[in-house]
């Protein structure tokens, strides 16, 4: 049977033809492929756990920093950041492309979210294994951090996704083509978002306290 157009610009293939950004829409998967498969790998097949946690960690940190400085402003046209005011208060900055200067590739944003979406749900997946098959104070500080990296860049490209802009006395725009705001209190909400995961993760309520406690100290170190 012959094959159609459309069979034709379906699969892997088919999505890159169709992607505005290729490259970066590669870099995206890659990475976030990459430190989940090392993972694994290491924990079936190589004993040293130094070596596993350096590889995987190296991994994990150029994801993060791929995905929030390049993919999403590439592929979606969001970004955000900490910042620091002169009087040393830290507040977290969004900002959204304007739609009617560049709108997102419908193929682009489609992939941009399910590797948002899917792979902290992979991460905690592989948590759950890790307690059940592995040893847990090996691998488990591992997927912790798996974990905040992916859920940070899911609800900070979310948040700037859905929010509404600031009011326009308060909205900058850059060359007119950023939609620049702003929540101080976002930081404090970002935090307690992540350290109620540490229910989810079977963590307990001891757990999440840690846990909301390394985040509020941590969360707006990496941003900076």
């Known amino acids: 049977m012959a094959s159609t157009p ?6 892997i293939a088919g999505i890159f033809r169709q992607s505005a950004h290729p490259l970066a829409l590669f870099c995206l998967y890659l990475f976030r ?95 759950i294994v890790s307690f059940l098959k592995f040893n847990p104070r090996e691998f488990v500080p591992i997927v912790i951090l798996a974990l905040i990296f992916n859920v940070t860049n899911a609800i900070g490209f979310t948040y700037a996704y859905v929010c509404p802009v600031t009011p326009p006395d308060t909205c900058s725009l850059t060359d007119g083509r950023w939609r620049h705001r702003s929540d101080r209190d976002a930081k404090q909400k970002w935090a307690n978002n992540l350290a109620s995961s ?12 840690i846990l909301t406690g390394v985040v509020k100290n941590s969360v707006g170190r990496v941003f900076k």
């Open 33 to 127: 492929i990459a430190a989940i498969t090392v993972y694994i790998l290491c924990g079936l097949l190589i004993s040293n756990y130094v070596l596993s946690s350096v590889i995987v960690v190296v991994l994990l940190a150029m994801d993060f920093w791929n995905c929030r400085n390049v993919a999403g402003r590439t592929l979606v046209g969001l970004r955000f950041w900490n910042q620091v005011d002169d009087d040393g208060e830290s507040y977290w900055v969004f900002e959204s492309r304007d739609v009617t200067f560049r709108p997102a590739n419908p193929i682009d944003s489609k992939m941009f979210w399910i590797a948002v979406y899917t792979f902290p749900l992979l991460w905690l997946a592989l948590l």
């Open 198 to 209: 540490g229910w989810n993760m079977g963590l307990g309520g001891l757990g999440g306290q």
């Open 6 to 11: 459309g069979d034709a610009e379906s699969g």
